[in-house]
């Protein structure tokens, strides 16, 4: 996917994405970057990161897509975010990772790397983005990518990765209400399955998650959701459900 540089839009706005590098959070680079916007993508693998930062769609010459190489559980990748990126303007968390085993077989430390990577994670990196904001006294918006299984959704084998997606959500809707006044919306996006390499595991595939429609979601209903909680300025601590009602079967 390449680029032609024509006219500048009006205006553009500089998105962070964590995860970046591939599936939810590649798809949403693609679409915000085919708009004019500027896209800093955040990830671990720096291969996998430079190519997909390289790849992103150019569509004026002042458009300069980045990338920074980090885990998003550690404060020193915010610290980076932080001394490099001071105007940001949208946040969009959906760097992630998932779980595959039964809970007595989910080693302690394979149950803080979820939780550290999904849910300290997303809450160190709206701490970095929603201060820097405020600092700016600039409006902003930060999607935080949940999951179905954060809702009513329950598969078995799964229950750390519900927790930490379960907290995004509770995270999500109280930072709303704490930077709302300020101009800073806070919503999550809670997908139901998409391909991804996330769910290309087989005990995933072994489990469905089909749901009354018969499918799973495509990956542009997912990043569709995206874009509307950015552009719709009076969205503000909302999940925004992608799920074709999994969570209720
Ligand atoms: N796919 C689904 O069906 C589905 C459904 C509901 C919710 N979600 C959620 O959507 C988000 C994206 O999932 P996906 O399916 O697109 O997964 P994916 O294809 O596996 O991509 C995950 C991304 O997160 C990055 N990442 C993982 N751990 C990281 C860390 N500690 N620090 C920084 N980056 C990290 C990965 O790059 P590196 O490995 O190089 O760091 C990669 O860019 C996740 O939060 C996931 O829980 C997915």
């Not at 559980?73 to 990748?77: A, K, L, P």
């Not at 995270?171 to 809670?190: D, H, K, P, Q, Y």
């Given at each position: 996917m390449s680029s032609t540089a024509t006219a500048t839009p009006a205006k553009y706005l500089r998105f962070l994405i964590t995860g970046g590098s591939r599936g939810i959070g590649l798809a949403c680079a693609h679409r915000f970057a085919?708009?004019?916007?500027?896209?800093?993508l955040l990830a671990r693998n720096?291969?996998?990161?430079?190519?997909?930062?390289?790849?992103?769609?150019?569509?004026?010459?002042?458009?300069?897509?980045?990338?920074?190489?980090g885990d998003v559980?550690?404060?020193?990748?915010w610290?980076?975010?932080?001394?490099?990126?001071k105007k940001?303007?949208?946040?969009?968390?959906?760097?992630?990772?998932s779980q595959t085993s039964l809970l007595s077989r989910t080693k302690p430390d394979a149950i803080n790397s979820i939780i550290?990577?999904?849910?300290?994670?997303?809450?160190?990196?709206?701490?970095?983005?929603?201060?820097?904001?405020?600092?700016?006294?600039?409006?902003?918006?930060?999607?935080?990518?949940?999951?179905?299984?954060?809702l009513s959704k329950c598969i078995p084998g799964t229950s750390v990765y519900a927790a930490s997606k379960a907290g995004v959500i509770g995270?999500?809707?109280?930072?709303?209400?704490?930077?709302?006044?300020?101009?800073?919306?806070?919503?999550?996006?809670?997908p139901g399955y998409v391909k991804t390499q996330m769910t290309e595991d087989?005990?995933?595939?072994?489990?469905?998650?089909?749901?009354?429609?018969?499918?799973w979601a495509e990956m542009d209903e997912v990043v569709n959701a995206v874009e509307f909680v950015v552009n719709n300025g009076y969205v503000n601590g909302a999940e925004v459900v992608v799920d074709g009602g999994l969570r209720l079967s």
């Open positions: 085919s708009q004019g916007h500027h896209i800093i720096n291969a996998a990161l430079s190519t997909a930062t390289s790849e992103l769609p150019r569509t004026h010459s002042e458009q300069n897509h980045e990338c920074i190489i559980s550690q404060q020193e990748t610290e980076k975010v932080k001394a490099e990126h940001l303007d949208v946040l969009i968390s959906a760097a992630g990772i550290s990577t999904n849910l300290t994670g997303t809450i160190l990196g709206s701490r970095t983005v929603s201060s820097l904001l405020l600092h700016r006294r600039s409006p902003g918006v930060i999607v935080n990518i949940s999951s179905v299984l954060g995270f999500s809707r109280a930072l709303a209400v704490e930077v709302g006044s300020r101009g800073i919306r806070v919503n999550t996006v809670c087989v005990r995933i595939r072994e489990i469905g998650g089909d749901g009354p429609m018969g499918r």
